[in-house]
């Protein structure tokens, strides 16, 4: 589609936006929000015609892109059959949603509580667990995003967590690996998985083993920096768990459905855990829509005990129809591998190239269509290249660097001193290289901060 100006419309939009419309995370008379006119597949255009390639996904969920035909098509349909029934029925979507995804999911996590997105998943897996056990406590590492509801934003470990954390909710962080800015004073990925897991033994030792109920870990944390756990990491948290008890939550609600060039983070290290969240790329975020996937022992625990949960649109039905075509057009195109081959031929080598090239890249990392560039003023010092949460003048660079890949057309993912590479899932190398392309020139003003 040609985007076309209409300057007119888009200031009506804006203006109505800027006197009704309340923003998360945001500061209200400090924000300029953007009206867009429309999207379609990698891209998406304002009111005057400019078009940005969408480097963000949309919050990391457009895994097919913007209004693919055959999804779009499959909420009409179910639209015109049944747009809404209540869950404690079965419908046809519904169900065959859940097999489709149930199929996919490692191990015996073969049943499936369908939420209304990622956050409220987490909300569940968490009384899931506290439930089983019998034991209260969550563990949860610094360095994650799990949602901003209650729960999920005070297991969440980044700033966003701060305003909301009375130190009531049961929650306890911990480190999980990270090399390039290791807390274990580690030279190696083996040091630093070894002292990871180390310190997250002790912490359960000295939090009480029979107080914890679960361990929940992104899988491949998302908005804190991608930064894939070493080899044994997940494997070892895995062990952890079946010694003390605690139920092994993985949050997939970014990582899933293709975004690391599998199905499931999760199957590129061979670990199974008790319980799986999921959102976002399930649908491809064209009707909110997220779950819980569950282990054999977990649905047990239910089998004939009542779980007190439940939402009023579980499973519905446009949003599980959604779902159920994105899944089979991820297939059928080959959406997961695509992810995979450029992640590996183009994506990677590319970052790697910008980074030799740019003083301001200290690190490249990721995998799939799933990758952070870690901004640093001094690459031997590592030095960010502005302070932890920073704003205002103190976030002059990252916002200099932002402004610099907008005006080149591409619509970055920023995240305190890190940008995003998170494209759809299905994007084209032709427009992967004109991403990257833009990306070279903003990170040349990222370089005019560096010593």
Same mark, same amino acid.
């Given at each position: 589609?040609?985007?076309?100006?209409?300057?007119?419309?888009?200031?009506?939009?804006?203006?109505? /936006?800027?006197?009704?419309?309340?923003?998360?995370?945001?500061?209200?008379?400090?924000? /300029?929000?953007?009206?867009?006119?429309?999207?379609?597949?990698?891209?998406?255009?304002?009111?005057?015609?400019?078009?940005?390639? /969408?480097?963000?996904?949309?919050?990391?969920?457009?895994?097919?892109?913007?209004?693919?035909?055959?999804? %779009?098509?499959?909420?009409?349909?179910?639209?015109?059959?049944?747009?809404?029934?209540?869950?404690?029925?079965?419908?046809?979507?519904?169900?065959?949603?859940?097999?489709?995804?149930?199929?996919?999911?490692?191990?015996?996590? /073969?049943?499936?509580?369908?939420?209304?997105?990622?956050?409220?998943?987490?909300?569940?897996?968490?009384?899931?667990?506290?439930?089983?056990?019998?034991?209260?406590?969550?563990?949860?590492?610094?360095?994650?995003?799990?949602?901003?509801?209650?729960?999920?934003?005070?297991?969440?470990?980044?700033?966003?967590?701060?305003?909301?954390?009375?130190?009531?909710?049961?929650?306890?962080?911990?480190?999980?690996?990270?090399?390039?800015?290791?807390?274990?004073?580690?030279?190696?990925?083996?040091?630093?998985?070894?002292?990871?897991?180390?310190?997250?033994?002790?912490?359960?030792?000295?939090?009480?083993?029979?107080?914890?109920?679960?361990?929940?870990?992104?899988?491949?944390?998302?908005?804190?920096?991608?930064?894939?756990?070493?080899?044994?990491?997940?494997?070892?948290?895995?062990?952890?768990?079946?010694?003390?008890?605690?139920?092994?939550?993985?949050?997939?609600?970014?990582?899933?459905?293709?975004?690391?060039?599998?199905?499931?983070?999760?199957?590129?290290?061979?670990?199974?855990?008790?319980?799986?969240?999921?959102?976002?790329?399930?649908?491809?975020?064209?009707?909110?829509?997220?779950?819980?996937?569950?282990?054999?022992?977990?649905?047990?625990?239910?089998?004939?005990?009542?779980?007190?949960?439940?939402?009023?649109?579980?499973?519905?039905?446009?949003?599980?129809?959604?779902?159920?075509?994105?899944?089979? %057009?991820?297939?059928?195109?080959?959406?997961?591998?695509?992810?995979?081959?450029?992640?590996?031929?183009? %994506?990677?080598?590319?970052?790697?190239?910008?980074?030799?090239?740019?003083?301001?890249?200290?690190?490249?990392?990721?995998?799939?269509?799933?990758?952070?560039?870690?901004?640093?003023?001094?690459?031997?010092?590592?030095?960010?290249?502005?302070?932890?949460?920073?704003?205002?003048?103190?976030?002059?660079?990252?916002?200099?660097?932002?402004?610099?890949?907008?005006?080149?057309?591409?619509?970055?993912?920023?995240?305190?001193?890190?940008?995003?590479?998170?494209?759809?899932?299905?994007?084209?190398?032709?427009?992967?290289?004109?991403?990257?392309?833009?990306?070279?020139?903003?990170?040349?003003?990222?370089?005019?901060?560096?010593?």
């Amino acid at each position: 589609m040609t985007p076309q100006p209409d300057p007119e419309v888009g200031a009506a939009v804006k203006a109505a /936006d800027r006197a009704h419309v309340f923003h998360s995370w945001s500061a209200q008379e400090l924000i /300029d929000p953007l009206a867009v006119a429309g999207a379609e597949g990698s891209y998406f255009w304002d009111y005057d015609g400019k078009r940005y390639l /969408d480097f963000t996904s949309g919050l990391v969920y457009t895994n097919i892109g913007y209004q693919h035909p055959k999804v %779009v098509a499959a909420i009409q349909e179910q639209a015109a059959r049944m747009t809404t029934f209540a869950p404690a029925f079965a419908v046809e979507a519904r169900s065959e949603a859940a097999r489709l995804i149930a199929e996919r999911t490692p191990g015996d996590l /073969d049943k499936i509580f369908f939420t209304n997105g990622g956050a409220d998943a987490i909300e569940h897996a968490v009384r899931m667990a506290r439930l089983h056990t019998g034991r209260p406590k969550v563990l949860s590492a610094y360095r994650s995003y799990h949602g901003g509801t209650q729960q999920a934003v005070n297991l969440t470990g980044d700033p966003r967590r701060w305003a909301s954390d009375g130190a009531a909710a049961g929650v306890v962080h911990f480190w999980a690996p990270f090399l390039y800015r290791s807390r274990f004073y580690a030279e190696t990925e083996e040091q630093e998985c070894a002292r990871a897991l180390e310190h997250l033994e002790t912490t359960i030792a000295f939090e009480g083993p029979a107080t914890i109920a679960a361990i929940v870990l992104e899988t491949i944390p998302g908005t804190a920096g991608i930064m894939v756990p070493p080899p044994g990491y997940l494997a070892g948290v895995r062990e952890i768990c079946d010694k003390y008890g605690i139920v092994f939550v993985l949050d997939e609600v970014m990582a899933g459905f293709g975004r690391t060039g599998e199905w499931f983070a999760a199957d590129l290290f061979d670990v199974t855990p008790d319980l799986m969240t999921f959102a976002k790329g399930v649908n491809s975020g064209y009707v909110p829509l997220g779950g819980v996937a569950i282990s054999g022992a977990i649905a047990e625990t239910f089998a004939k005990r009542p779980y007190p949960g439940g939402l009023t649109y579980s499973g519905h039905p446009l949003a599980c129809a959604a779902a159920v075509a994105t899944i089979q %057009v991820m297939a059928e195109e080959g959406v997961v591998e695509n992810a995979a081959r450029l992640g590996t031929d183009v %994506v990677g080598p590319a970052l790697r190239e910008l980074a030799e090239r740019h003083p301001s890249v200290g690190e490249v990392r990721g995998v799939g269509m799933f990758w952070a560039l870690e901004l640093v003023r001094n690459r031997e010092t590592r030095e960010p290249l502005v302070p932890y949460n920073a704003a205002g003048a103190a976030n002059a660079p990252m916002a200099a660097f932002g402004a610099a890949a907008k005006a080149a057309g591409l619509w970055p993912f920023i995240n305190m001193n890190r940008t995003h590479v998170v494209p759809p899932c299905n994007v084209g190398e032709a427009e992967l290289k004109e991403g990257l392309a833009a990306l070279d020139t903003a990170l040349a003003v990222a370089d005019e901060y560096t010593a």
